[in-house]
């Protein structure tokens, strides 16, 4: 057994424990991070990077058939040996070198192995070979573990070894048959990807498809994906599931429909990767979720601070937003703090200062690369009233907008604003259509700036651009 002390200690060497420590050590504090898998994190392997790649030459094909200049130039199909080729190349073909090679440059002790807490400030670090090496935090602890897929209990599922979000984005050949349960965001990417890859799919969603996001949003989604042949089942469950000696999988749905596949993909949500963290070293239960204060650290059930604060949860494990970017948010927030408490610097924890992560509650952006693409930053009706917040919807036809009309023969899209009208401001925005991922973060500057809609008007859209949909929602809301 080996033992070391740092400033901090971070468990979890995807995104968010790498953006923790890179501004722990920028703040002048030495760090160490622990990885069991690969340096980078499932975004970087398996989920945000190795999905896109899969999506995006179907969806620069698209593109180019609705324009007749293009279109025409266009005599084949996908190379789905190069789709995957690509792909490959974007996960680093799930080696972890170049990733290592950054942390060294940035000063970062990298140590392999299981991280578990032990004590007070203190993780151990099992290696594959069962080395132990103990690792003492003079500051604080970071847990960074991520998430991972959860299996829902339906009879026989474990048996017939389904397809988790992993294994469709690294899937080495495309199934005739694909099927997939969860009509969510894994859910309905993959069937995009998959289906305009050549699978037949069949996609079985028990609470809807895209059920978060604005109801309008999803039917464009739906009626995409139905007119590219994926068989969309809404509001079916799923009550058995078997693999036969063949290899073909059988879905028995509770209306007695059975779906026969290749493969099955479950998409239905995920858990925190917390089962063997040593929470019960901290009072807190095995394989939870971790709550944490608006500083990102770890609370009990009643609100308090574990310890004496030394314990951070950043990204998935608290469960404020399950995306990349929004723990890499959180990351850079914590860090700031870290520095500033093990200096004795005075900390911000006002609403949108320094050292809070004030967004995850009121402006986080996320784009759903499906076809057509969907980009919500904040609210939905639905969370606004949740939030007991007084809005008023404002929508518009994107097809309208001349940079739509321009962009794409046949554009079909919609975009609409959540206006709060108590404080005359954005508080939620979404749209649908193809490319309106472009259109994120001019929303997120609006929600997170708390803009007035009167100083709105003066943040003219570059004509003829989609972004006109700004100055078309405006004068919607002015009527």
């Known amino acids: 057994m080996t033992a070391a002390t740092f400033d901090v200690v971070v468990i979890g060497a995807g995104p968010v424990g790498e953006n923790v420590?890179?501004?722990?050590?920028?703040?002048?504090?030495?760090?160490?991070?622990?990885?069991?898998?690969?340096?980078?994190?499932?975004?970087?392997?398996?989920?945000?990077?190795?999905?896109?790649?899969?999506?995006?030459?179907?969806?620069?094909?698209?593109?180019?058939?609705?324009?007749?200049?293009?279109?025409?130039?266009?005599?084949?199909?996908?190379?789905?040996?190069?789709?995957?080729?690509?792909?490959?190349?974007?996960?680093?073909?799930?080696?972890?070198?170049?990733?290592?090679?950054?942390?060294?440059?940035?000063?970062?002790?990298?140590?392999?192995g299981h991280g578990r807490i032990s004590g007070p400030r203190t993780v151990t670090a099992t290696a594959a070979d069962g080395t132990v090496t103990t690792l003492t935090a003079r500051h604080a602890v970071v847990v960074a573990t991520g998430s991972s897929a959860a299996l829902p209990a339906i009879s026989g599922l474990t048996d017939v070894q389904p397809w988790t979000s992993r294994e469709a984005a690294s899937a080495r050949t495309i199934p005739g048959r694909l099927a997939i349960i969860g009509?969510?965001?894994?859910?309905?990417?993959?069937?995009?990807?998959y289906s305009a890859l050549g699978s037949t799919v069949t996609l079985i969603a028990r609470n809807g498809i895209l059920p978060n996001v604005e109801p309008y949003a999803a039917e464009y989604v739906v009626e995409s994906l139905t007119d590219s042949g994926v068989r969309v089942l809404a509001h079916a469950s799923p009550t058995l599931v078997a693999r036969d000696a063949s290899g073909s999988v059988h879905i028995t749905l509770d209306d007695g429909t059975v779906i026969d596949a290749d493969e099955l993909l479950v998409a239905t949500g995920r858990k925190p990767n917390t089962d063997d963290l040593g929470l019960d070293e901290v009072g807190l239960p095995a394989g939870s979720w971790l709550s944490v204060d608006d500083t990102l650290r770890v609370t009990d059930a009643s609100g308090t601070l574990v310890g004496d604060g030394w314990l951070y949860a950043l990204g998935d494990v608290n469960r404020r937003a399950l995306l990349t970017h929004q723990g890499k948010y959180q990351a850079r927030a914590a860090g700031s703090v870290i520095v500033a408490r093990a200096l004795g610097a005075a900390v911000d924890d006002t609403p949108w200062g320094l050292h809070t992560a004030t967004a995850d509650k009121r402006a986080v952006p996320q784009v759903i690369f499906t076809d057509?693409?969907?980009?919500?930053?904040?609210?939905?009706?639905?969370?606004?009233?949740?939030?007991?917040?007084?809005?008023?919807?404002?929508?518009?036809?994107?097809?309208?907008?001349?940079?739509?009309?321009?962009?794409?023969?046949?554009?079909?899209?919609?975009?609409?604003?959540l206006i709060n009208e108590d404080t005359n401001t954005v508080v939620g925005f979404t749209a649908v259509g193809p490319?309106?991922?472009?259109?994120?973060?001019?929303?997120?500057?609006?929600?997170?700036?708390?803009?007035?809609?009167?100083?709105?008007?003066?943040?003219?859209?570059?004509?003829?651009?989609?972004?006109?949909?700004?100055?078309?929602?405006?004068?919607?809301?002015?009527?």
């Open 435 to 479: 490319d309106v991922a472009e259109l994120t973060h001019a929303a997120t500057i609006a929600i997170a700036g708390e803009v007035p809609l009167d100083r709105l008007w003066h943040a003219v859209p570059a004509y003829p651009t989609i972004s006109e949909v700004w100055l078309r929602l405006l004068e919607t809301a002015a009527r």
């Open 183 to 193: 009509g969510g965001v894994v859910g309905t990417e993959m069937a995009t990807a």
């Open 372 to 417: 057509p693409e969907i980009a919500t930053v904040g609210h939905t009706v639905a969370t606004a009233a949740k939030a007991g917040l007084r809005v008023r919807s404002v929508e518009y036809n994107l097809g309208s907008v001349a940079g739509a009309a321009l962009h794409a023969d046949g554009y079909a899209g919609r975009a609409g604003l």
């Open 21 to 112: 420590a890179d501004r722990v050590v920028q703040g002048g504090l030495s760090v160490a991070i622990i990885e069991s898998e690969l340096v980078g994190g499932e975004c970087s392997y398996w989920a945000c990077m190795p999905t896109k790649a899969l999506l995006r030459d179907a969806a620069a094909l698209r593109a180019v058939r609705q324009l007749p200049g293009a279109a025409a130039a266009v005599t084949g199909t996908l190379d789905v040996n190069a789709v995957l080729t690509r792909r490959d190349q974007f996960a680093s073909n799930w080696s972890d070198d170049g990733q290592v090679a950054w942390l060294n440059s940035a000063g970062i002790t990298l140590v392999r």
